[in-house]
């Protein structure tokens, strides 16, 4: 449904965007996830048909997005970082104006519709000015979806609205993905987690990741991560006794215990056991450690940082 | 042409929707009443009554009016944000801009049209010369919609409607006073040709006398169609950005 081939923004000698590559299949929920300036907002742009890329070319639904923009904007629901809305229309007015201006046959009727779907029906005669923050990031929503488009690219819109509603729109994020193809920008990574079928982790423009969220998880937590406390020892007698065990790369106090990181083979954590108890004192506690998506993005960004 | 349509519906519904259009309409009445009413009173005695006098009175206030009438058009979609998702809804550029320009001219030429009834109350006194004025009016609503294209172009241009007004008001305000210019030029040939390229040398004494020239007339419609084509353009830049 989304096609993105080398795709490049540049502005002057700066790559906001820079030979970004991924696809997205019908009724995928994407989640484009990277710190702030990380070029999520810009990549919307150009698939949106806002902006024409520097380099490369995207297919939406079939259609290129720099020769066929018009059928590319008929196509997409886009919901901007900033709900942009028109203070003084009516919420039923301004998703008609919307309706009309995508071609939508009985704009009336699909008003209701999407008004309804997203609880803002009984307050269609309120002026935008009077609406919470929550329901204006609802309202730009049902903008979005209005013209009933095959792709919806929602920027960031979990963003300054409170948890419970957070967790509303996350679940309405979800339950697009059964219709329509979702591609939405965040840099909350447990909601990526919680939301995406796929995650795409960018920095600087470029990919760094990609994959279901459990395959991100596996592929990029290399060996084995432990929880470790002992008691008997002191704080530097355990670590260096960890330390000496085959296969330990990493002992690092955290907590009262240690978190251990070690290369994965059979029976480590037999030997670990063993030792402690050879070495006279107790194991009160071991366990594996499952790394967060959130560890697994510092990890990344850190390791980027570095090269 | 759908789109520029939708955008000019959804405009004329912001123009009266605000209690804003009604204070300019009442505004405007009351000014041209009171010019109106003096104007009567010199005629009864002195002089025939005026018959472009509105249009004459207007040709001066749209160098202010067509500014204040404008400047919200495009500035404030792009500071609220809702230029990004006009530009990437299935309508051209053109659309968005012509839309908004004839929403404008629709409005500007219903508060010409409530100015009539001066034509009203004359014409139940008197035999007021109707052709000279009908005159008066085609050529002050042709000037108003090159005023409104000016101010359309401005509003492009910044996203600070206090800006747009600004300039567009200076750049109208050079077009008003061309003839002043003109008139002080020595060499004739110049004066012309700076007379040529205003607003007023187009409309005082053509127009205003009674008198439709297509050069006038393509004066008018060839300004209005350049500050559109640059307004569409200048639209079109904040994609590239």
Redesign the interface.
């Given at each position: 449904m989304i096609d993105v081939q080398n795709l490049s923004k540049t502005y002057g000698t700066f790559a906001a965007v820079d030979r970004l590559s991924f696809k997205a299949e019908a009724g995928e929920v994407v989640g484009l996830l990277g710190p702030n300036g990380a070029g999520k907002t810009t990549t919307m742009?150009m698939l949106?048909?806002?902006?024409?890329p520097s380099a490369g070319s995207a297919r939406i639904a079939g259609y290129d997005i720099l020769n066929d923009s018009?059928?590319v904007?008929?196509r997409?629901g886009?919901l901007?970082e900033?709900v942009?809305?028109?203070?003084?229309?009516t919420v039923q007015?301004y998703i008609q104006?919307?309706a009309?201006?995508?071609?939508v046959r009985d704009a009336r009727r699909q008003t209701e519709r999407v008004l309804e779907s997203v609880h803002l029906l009984e307050r269609r005669k309120t002026l935008i000015r009077n609406l919470s923050k929550g329901m204006r990031q609802r309202l730009g929503l049902a903008?979005a979806l209005v013209h009933d488009p095959p792709v919806v690219i929602l920027d960031e819109p979990t963003i300054g609205i409170d948890p419970q509603q957070v967790i509303e729109v996350r679940q309405s994020v979800r339950a697009l993905g059964e219709k329509h193809t979702v591609l939405f920008s965040t840099h909350i990574l447990s909601e990526a987690e919680q939301v995406c079928d796929r995650v795409i982790i960018i920095n600087h423009g470029r990919i760094l990741a990609q994959g279901t969220p459990a395959t991100l998880r596996q592929q990029l937590q290399p060996g084995d991560h432990l929880y470790v406390q002992i008691s008997g020892a002191s704080s530097a007698a355990g670590q260096r006794l960890l330390a000496e065990i085959e296969g330990v790369q990493q002992v690092q106090p955290q907590g009262i215990g240690f978190h251990v990181r070690a290369a994965v083979r059979a029976n480590l954590r037999g030997d670990i056991a063993q030792r402690v108890v050879q070495a006279g004192y107790q194991l009160e506690e071991l366990r594996p450690v499952a790394m967060t998506l959130e560890d697994i993005f510092l990890d990344l960004l850190g390791r980027e940082e570095g090269a | 042409m759908n789109g520029a349509w939708v955008v000019f519906r959804r405009e004329v519904g912001q123009y009266f929707a605000s209690p804003i259009a009604y204070l300019i309409a009442a505004a405007l009445l009351l000014v041209t009443g009171l010019y109106f009413n003096a104007d009567l009173t010199f005629s009864v005695g002195t002089k025939p009554a005026e018959p472009a006098l509105i249009p004459l009175l207007l040709s001066f206030a749209m160098v202010f009016c067509a500014p204040l009438l404008t400047m919200r058009l495009l500035a404030e979609e792009r500071r609220e944000g809702t230029l990004e998702l006009l530009l990437t809804a299935p309508v051209s550029d053109g659309a968005i801009v012509l839309g908004k320009f004839l929403s404008a001219w629709f409005y500007y030429t219903i508060l010409l049209a409530l100015t009539f009834i001066y034509q009203i109350i004359l014409a139940s006194i008197t035999q007021p010369d109707m052709g000279h004025t009908m005159a008066a009016y085609i050529g002050i609503w042709l000037y108003g919609g090159t005023t409104l294209a000016v101010g359309i172009l401005f509003s492009a241009i910044t996203e600070n409607q206090i800006v747009a007004a600004f300039l567009s008001i200076a750049l109208l305000f050079i077009l008003w006073m061309g003839e002043l210019i003109g008139q002080i030029i020595t060499n004739l040939e110049l004066a012309e040709v700076v007379r040529q390229l205003t607003l007023i040398g187009h409309f005082t004494s053509s127009f205003a006398v009674g008198l439709i020239r297509a050069e006038d007339i393509a004066y008018y419609a060839g300004i209005t169609a350049l500050m559109l084509f640059i307004a569409i353009r200048v639209v079109e830049s904040n994609r590239w950005r």
């Open positions: 742009r949106t048909g806002f902006m024409p018009l059928e904007r008929r997409v886009y901007p900033r942009p809305v028109y203070p003084d229309m007015g104006f919307w009309n201006l995508r071609g903008q | -």
